[in-house]
Every structure is written in structure tokens, then in C-alpha cells.
């Protein structure tokens, strides 16, 4: 099992629709990130948590340390949001990023 | 230039040759990642430098595979004899430190052993 689990792992949406991805994982972690990888582009962050909830225009992420799960939610989503969706957490114990394998997001017009 | 920069952004070897992949972090970040992304997968981590010593190498598949940072701030990945497994996406990141602060990503470099 991995450490760092997302669902779904294809999604596809008409535009304006409410997206949600789900992380859960398994270790004890300092941060959680949500990071966003467009076809033959380099990965960009979007989120890091390790709490709480935070918004940043259209996107929304939300964490339960007590349930080790996070959200991300787009909100009337747009074809530019079509990308790859990665739920990474930095390991407590040993400070390095564990990924998840990221959830495909097609959002078509 | 602002953002971690890895180059070559594409690497087209033969397989046996050696390879070496370049990652410039952000300045002053003292935290650097290298990993290594194969189609359709998350990346998976290689190494994690914190200055100019390897803290954690213990994503590194085989000995074929060395990574240094001799100043602390440029790293460069050395991939020896070189096999068509090799052939990935290799992602270089860096951050403030190693505590929790955001990790900003390179466009990575493509590999591909023929």
C-alpha cells in the first residue's frame, strides 16, 4: 500500500462543475502540498497545509490531521484547469516528499 | 532567473553512456530534492540535500547513480552506464529549508536512453 493515496485517479468534468480530489496517507507528516503538473510542464505548488483550509481564487484545500485526509476543490471549473493533480506530504520523521500518483483532471467546454 | 532551473531540459543517450543532470536552485534555498518521475507516475524521490551533504540518499536505485552538491548550491545528478530503465523525467526541487516551507520545483530534465 502506498503511503500517499489519491482518488480518483482519472476525472473528467464539463466546464463550471465542483471538482474534488482526495489524499490520504499514512505517516506522520509536518506538511501536506498539493501541486499541479500540466502535460510536458514542470510541477507548480498550489497548497502546502498542515492545517486547516486554504483558498487561493478558484481552488480551495482543506486538511484533517486527526483523519490524515486533505481535499482539493475547484470551483466552477474551466478547461485551463485540465492538468495532473499531486497530493505530496513532507515526512515528519525524515523530511522528505512523498507523492502520491496524482489524479488526471480533463475539464472539457 | 527567479524560479530552480534544471538543464538540459531533454537528454537523448545511448545506453552504457554516462549522463550528468544540473539543477540550479532558488538562492539562498538550502534545501534540495532530486526525483525521478516515470510516465504516468508520481515522483518518486532519489535524494535530499541540505547544504553541501547528502541528508537522505536512500532513494537512489543503485550505485550507477550519484548526486553532488560540492558548494551548496548547484546540484548535478551523474546517472553511470545508463539503461533503457533509466529513461524518466528527473525533477530537481528546492526550499527555505528543510523545516516546512514551500518546495519550488525545475521544469525537470527528460531523459531518454535509446
Known amino acids: 500500500k502506498n503511503e500517499v493515496e489519491q482518488s480518483p485517479q482519472n476525472l473528467t468534468a464539463q466546464e463550471g462543475e465542483f471538482i474534488t480530489i482526495n489524499c490520504s496517507y499514512s505517516?506522520?507528516?509536518?506538511?501536506l502540498h498539493w501541486l499541479q503538473q500540466h502535460p510536458g510542464g514542470g510541477i507548480v505548488s498550489l497548497f502546502m497545509l498542515s492545517s486547516g483550509k486554504k483558498k487561493h481564487g478558484r481552488l480551495i484545500a482543506t486538511i484533517n490531521i486527526q483523519e490524515k485526509h486533505s481535499s482539493l476543490h475547484i470551483t466552477a471549473s474551466h478547461p485551463r484547469d485540465s492538468a495532473v493533480y499531486i497530493c505530496?506530504?513532507?515526512?515528519?520523521?525524515?523530511?522528505?516528499?512523498?507523492f502520491g500518483t496524482g489524479t488526471r483532471l480533463q475539464v472539457f467546454p | 532567473g527567479a524560479g530552480v532551473s534544471q538543464t538540459p531540459s531533454n537528454k537523448v543517450t545511448e545506453k552504457g553512456k554516462y549522463v550528468e543532470l544540473r539543477c540550479d536552485p532558488i538562492s539562498g534555498h538550502t534545501a534540495l530534492y532530486w526525483y525521478r518521475q516515470s510516465l504516468g507516475q508520481g515522483p518518486e524521490f532519489l535524494i535530499y540535500?541540505?547544504?553541501?551533504?547528502?541528508?537522505?540518499d536512500s532513494g537512489l536505485p543503485n550505485d550507477r547513480f550519484f548526486a553532488v552538491r560540492p558548494e551548496g548550491s548547484v546540484s548535478t545528478l551523474k546517472i553511470q552506464r545508463t539503461e533503457r530503465g533509466d529513461s524518466a523525467v528527473y525533477l530537481c526541487?528546492?526550499?527555505?529549508?528543510?523545516?516546512?516551507?514551500?518546495?519550488?520545483f525545475g521544469q525537470g530534465t527528460r531523459l531518454t536512453v535509446v
Open positions: 505530496a506530504v513532507r515526512s515528519y520523521n525524515t523530511d522528505k516528499l512523498i
Open positions: 505517516v506522520g507528516i509536518s506538511a
Open positions: 526541487a528546492s526550499s527555505l529549508s528543510s523545516a516546512d516551507t514551500e518546495a519550488f
Open positions: 540535500f541540505q547544504g553541501t551533504g547528502a541528508a537522505d
